[in-house]
């Protein structure tokens, strides 16, 4: 049970946070001990740094779970920076506001507590770019800590709303008549995030996948033809195995590896994993890029086998506007 959405206002103060959070997260554990009590944060829920040095201390840690708001515009004039700035700036500024806001939280190597992405969200027309930017750079982060999440909004309309009926919710993940998402590229975008990579329960090995923040596709490899494809709603999905920057990426439970074979040409399957254009290291100041660094080639989608869509290589392009078609991300999973 969560005990405030989105506090906000002059009168907030961390002092006040703290007593009132306790006597709210109290009243719901003695009405119902089993229920998990969600802790929301300072200004709209974005603002957990002053939890920073300061620990939150119930007898019932077990139970709490932070929630955490983020949308393009929860930072003042934050709308504009998703369009007036190349993503790979601006996405590292954002990354880094996360981590001091709540990634903090769970990367507590003492006492981490869970969090949850309780409410992000855009415009699911597709049309505005600085929201098709934000979600990118979202999606590295919720995919590459397997975060939990709900986003805002299901709905596709409102019987009536502002004293208008049938109003469109163009946030909204279905169309206005509720029968259908209300744009397929920006559905399956949320795809892989829908899943659990990781479970500290499985006995599957620990292994590595291929997924593509912009298009949220993952990369599944072909044994028959020696090509890497891309899917697209990440229903599929091949293990890979990377040990670290200058190492060869193996699939797993073989002896191939990926490698590079040129400029504009299919990354493939290969038993070279010993040469220079087999050793992968994850490049630029994000270490979104999974690039062969000798070589100067970075992996990016475009056409192999049978005109179909797959891994390539093309010259790095690691800080510049649309860097961020190479991003790709080897998310830990131990889960199929």
Do not use: C
């Given at each position: 049970m969560s005990l405030r959405n989105e506090l906000r206002g002059g009168r907030q103060?961390?002092?006040?946070?703290?007593?009132?959070?306790?006597?709210?997260?109290?009243?719901?554990?003695?009405?119902k001990p089993n229920a998990l009590v969600l802790v929301s944060g300072l200004n709209y829920d974005t603002d957990?740094?002053?939890?920073?040095?300061?620990?939150?201390?119930?007898?019932?840690?077990?139970?709490?779970?932070?929630?955490?708001h983020w949308y393009a515009f929860s930072q003042s004039n934050s709308q504009d920076n998703w369009t007036k700035q190349p993503l790979y700036q601006s996405c590292g500024f954002y990354k880094q506001w996360f981590e001091e806001q709540a990634a903090f939280i769970?990367?507590?190597?003492?006492?981490?507590?869970p969090v949850i992405l309780s409410e992000f969200g855009l415009d699911e027309r597709g049309t505005d770019v600085g929201a098709n930017n934000y979600l990118t750079c979202l999606s590295t982060i919720a995919a590459g800590d397997d975060l939990d999440w709900a986003v805002w909004a299901l709905q596709g309309s409102y019987y009536i709303r502002s004293g208008e009926a049938g109003t469109e919710e163009f946030y909204g993940v279905l169309d206005n008549s509720w029968t259908a998402p209300r744009n397929p590229d920006?559905?399956?975008?949320?795809?892989?995030?829908?899943?659990?990579?990781?479970d500290p329960f499985t006995s599957i090995a620990n292994h590595n996948v291929i997924f593509h923040p912009v298009t949220g596709a993952c990369a599944v490899a072909n044994v028959q033809d020696s090509n890497v494809y891309q899917q697209a709603y990440c229903n599929q999905k091949s293990g890979w195995e990377h040990t670290g920057d200058g190492a060869p990426i193996t699939l797993s439970g073989t002896a191939s590896c990926l490698r590079a074979t040129g400029s504009g040409q299919a990354a493939t399957l290969s038993n070279q994993c010993n040469d220079t254009m087999s050793k992968w290291s994850l490049l630029s100041g994000l270490r979104l890029h999974i690039g062969v660094k000798d070589a100067d080639l970075c992996l990016e989608w475009g056409v192999v086998g049978n005109a179909s869509i797959g891994l390539v290589t093309n010259k790095c392009n690691l800080e510049s506007t649309g860097s961020e078609s190479q991003w790709f991300q080897l998310l830990p999973a131990n889960l199929k």
């Open positions: 103060t961390a002092s006040d946070w703290f007593d009132f959070m306790h006597q709210g997260a109290q009243t719901i554990h003695a009405a957990f740094g002053f939890m920073r040095n300061v620990e939150f201390g119930t007898q019932w840690d077990t139970k709490l779970v932070f929630e955490f769970y990367r507590n190597g003492t006492k981490p507590y920006v559905f399956k975008r949320f795809k892989l995030l829908q899943q659990t990579l990781q």
